[in-house]
């Protein structure tokens, strides 16, 4: 079981810049492929970013692809949004997602995710 903690959300003006980090408990980070996917309001929610365990392979949503920057630290635990050039539409509640056996996989199906974090908030105000 793996429990995963989001911060880093908070208010912003547009072409402004946030870092959202998940931290994850257990001793077997490296082995999990970690994913960022973002619910705004009366949406579905949708794949943003995704980090293999080695953090070998990244996978990019078309919509964020050169604004943002998914990145892990496996001594602490912890994956990285690097959120740049922020646009009022990257409005969203931010999830963090584990995958295990993802050690050199990175894919944006939210269903071969297994563990999810509570979210945080984004706000990006025109």
């Known amino acids: 079981q793996v429990q995963l903690v989001e911060s880093g959300g908070g208010l912003v003006q547009a072409g402004g810049s946030l870092r959202l980090a998940c931290a994850a408990s257990?001793?077997?980070?490296?082995?999990?492929?970690m994913g960022w996917f973002r619910q705004a309001p009366g949406k579905e929610r949708e794949f943003v970013a995704a980090?293999?365990?080695?953090?070998?392979?990244?996978y990019y949503a078309g919509s964020v692809k050169g604004r943002f920057t998914i990145s892990r630290d496996n001594a602490k635990n912890t994956v990285y949004l690097h959120m740049n050039s922020l646009k009022p539409e990257d409005t969203a509640v931010y999830y963090c997602?584990?995958?295990?056996?993802?050690?050199?996989?990175?894919?944006?199906?939210?269903?071969?995710?297994?563990?999810w974090g509570q979210g945080t908030q984004v706000t990006v105000s025109s």
């Open positions: 997602a584990a995958r295990e056996g993802g050690s050199s996989w990175s894919g944006g199906s939210e269903a071969a995710y297994d563990y």
């Open positions: 257990g001793r077997t980070f490296r082995s999990y492929a």
């Open positions: 980090v293999s365990g080695s953090a070998g392979s990244t």
